[in-house]
């Protein structure tokens, strides 16, 4: 689709969201918190991982991060200041079951308690992830996702946080986008725990499945309050090229949509998923009963969206790694099939400081897509947001004018969504603070309030001043 249009630019200004429609803007625990080994918190695999040299740009690790751990009252104040409706942040599971003996660690708990009573004095709304990727590190050690005893631990952990919080948080999240979790950390390694095994990495797929279904079980039998219940996954919005384009489209929407949407929505590994991947594994991980844990009803399914990816069939001799070690990666290793592989190619820009090319169409498209394919079904876009080289002006100020338009185009593209008929229920930007992006450690901001990683300092953007503007009026501005 063209931008140059104006019909079709995706810089719709003015247009009014709903009354109901909830503004919210989201972080992560090991990318804000630091206090790494601070009140009985003890590692996680994103603590092994940063601390192993090579893995992350510059060394970089979440020992400090934002400081949020020490900061969460001014952080409070700052989505005051902001107009936000809703937080959504993730506990960090090393915080509150520190050791294999399953202790329970009640100053993490009371670290979170403290949060979700400060939002609620504030007429925020909490919306609570269980699991961001911070897996303790002595789960990964008895074999991780890839092992089935981890998803007891998740119940486990579950009926601890649906105990303290269950009275208390509008929305629990499951898992955030259990495709990383399991393609970058046990797959393609660019993520903790960083090993290279395609087997373990449907195995982890399937575990993750599973700690879902048990979670929520395990949330709803203990929360004493009327949450909703939700699942937060990263969509792959797919372009083809070349001969095999459709093909090469359809096994990766197996391999990275609908092995989560199947058996979370649906009840089931679709069949092509298993067939493309017979020759990794023959799925004996999936014990009788399963899927009907994994199939338990959510309230909303949260999408998280930043760019779209372009994929065809590539039957060379070894398989090219086009990958940012983030994003896309799946394609480059020797998955299903597997006399063709799958490579994922360069798309036409414009860029964001990632590489990920803006594309609003494209989350357009799949808030409808979804909709149609699971058509009862509540959506809330739980991240969206975009990195750029900001600058700090003479003044102080930060102008962001990249990320104002990025962001401006994604919310009209939520708009249009809204207008098709999509029970579309709300929009986190991600992410409220600059952060530890991951393998990308600090050298990638996405926060719409700069974080001063010297001073700690927190300065709105200009980003941050026009979505305050935007929640305040419930128009997009003019
Ligand atoms: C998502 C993650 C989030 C952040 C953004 C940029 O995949 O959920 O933590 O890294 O990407």
């Not at 751990?69 to 409706?85: I, K, N, P, S």
């Not at 994604?410 to 969504?417: D, G, I, P, V, Y």
């Amino acid at each position: 689709m063209s931008p140059s249009t104006p019909a079709d630019d995706y810089r719709g200004s003015g247009l009014l969201f709903p009354p109901d429609f909830v503004f919210g803007s989201a972080t992560a625990s090991y990318q804000i918190e630091g206090a790494a080994g601070e009140d009985g918190r003890t590692p996680s695999i994103w603590d092994t991982f940063s601390r192993t040299p090579g893995r992350v740009w510059n060394g970089d690790t979440g020992d400090i991060a934002c400081d949020h751990y020490h900061r969460v009252e001014q952080d409070l104040d700052l989505m005051t200041e902001l107009g936000l409706e809703a937080y959504r942040f993730s506990i960090a599971w090393p915080r509150i079951v520190p050791t294999a003996s399953g202790e329970i660690n009640q100053k993490g708990i009371d670290f979170y308690s403290r949060l979700v009573d400060g939002l609620r004095e504030r007429g925020i709304r909490p919306v609570a992830t269980l699991y961001h990727w911070d897996l303790p590190q002595y789960l990964e050690d008895a074999g991780g996702w890839a092992a089935r005893e981890t998803t007891d631990a998740f119940e486990r952990y579950a009926e601890v946080m649906g105990r303290a919080l269950g009275d208390r948080v509008d929305t629990w999240t499951t898992l955030n986008e259990p495709w990383c979790s399991a393609y970058l950390g046990y797959g393609q390694g660019g993520h903790a725990p960083g090993r290279h095994e395609p087997a373990s990495a449907l195995a982890a797929v399937h575990h993750l499945n599973l700690a879902h279904g048990r979670a929520l079980q395990a949330l709803r039998a203990t929360s004493t309050g009327d949450p909703d219940y939700s699942v937060t996954l990263n969509f792959h919005v797919l372009r083809g090229q070349g001969d095999g384009a459709s093909e090469a489209m359809r096994r990766i929407d197996a391999l990275a949509n609908r092995s989560f949407t199947g058996p979370m929505l649906r009840g089931e590994y679709p069949a092509d998923l298993l067939a493309d991947t017979s020759s990794v594994t023959d799925w004996s991980f999936v014990r009788e009963g399963d899927l009907a844990t994994v199939h338990q009803p959510i309230d909303v399914l949260g999408v998280n969206y930043y760019s779209t990816a372009t994929v065809r069939l590539w039957d060379g001799i070894s398989p090219k790694q086009q990958n940012d070690g983030h994003k896309g990666a799946v394609g480059g290793t020797a998955w299903p099939g597997s006399d063709q592989l799958v490579e994922f190619v360069e798309q036409p820009g414009p860029y964001t400081a990632m590489g990920w090319n803006i594309a609003p169409e494209g989350l357009e498209e799949l808030l409808v897509s979804l909709s149609e394919q699971f058509p009862d079904q509540a959506l809330m876009v739980t991240e969206n947001g975009a990195a750029f080289d900001d600058h700090v002006a003479d003044d102080g100020t930060v102008p962001d004018p990249e990320r104002t338009d990025y962001l401006r185009r994604h919310f009209t593209a939520a708009h249009r969504a809204l207008q098709r008929g999509v029970d579309l229920r709300g929009y986190f930007v991600w992410s409220l603070l600059d952060n530890f992006e991951w393998g990308y450690g600090y050298a990638k901001r996405f926060g719409i309030v700069r974080v001063d990683f010297d001073t700690l300092q927190r300065t709105v953007k200009d980003s941050g001043h026009w979505y305050r503007d935007l929640i305040r009026t419930r128009a997009l501005p003019v």
